[in-house]
Nanobody, 128 residues
């Protein structure tokens, strides 16, 4: 099993920045893909960003939802089993609970159904 623990959420004004982090523990050696989803009140959980590790140790595939491209940056540290999400130019409509996600299959995870492991979530609130 894999455990994911997020940190870094909080309150920020519109246009501001936040950095989320997620630490993985347990059976992490097969975690090919890690990423972030978010869920706003009354809405479905949606994909934000992902990073897929290739067999070459430091080779990655980064991919983003169109709505966050150019503003959010995902990064991964395999040695520390962590994934981070740098969020810039935040908007009030991006207020949501942000979830760390992971899969031990070599695939992009862009829908909740493709996720094998979830974190407990961290609240991000963007005030206008």
């Amino acid at each position: 099993q894999v455990q994911l623990v997020e940190s870094g959420g909080g309150l920020v004004q519109a246009g501001g920045s936040l950095r989320l982090s997620c630490a993985a523990s347990g059976r992490t050696y097969n975690l090919y893909t890690m990423g972030w989803f978010r869920q706003a009140p009354g809405k479905e959980r949606e994909f934000v960003a992902g990073v897929r590790r290739y067999s070459t140790w430091n080779s990655y595939n980064l991919y983003y939802a169109d709505s966050v491209k150019g503003r959010f940056t995902i990064s991964r540290d395999n040695a520390k089993n962590t994934v981070s999400l740098q969020m810039n130019s935040l908007k009030p409509e991006e207020t949501a609970v942000y979830y760390c996600a992971a899969s031990d299959e070599f695939k992009q995870i862009t829908s909740p159904g493709g996720v094998d492991y979830w974190g407990q979530g961290t609240q991000v609130t963007v005030s206008s």
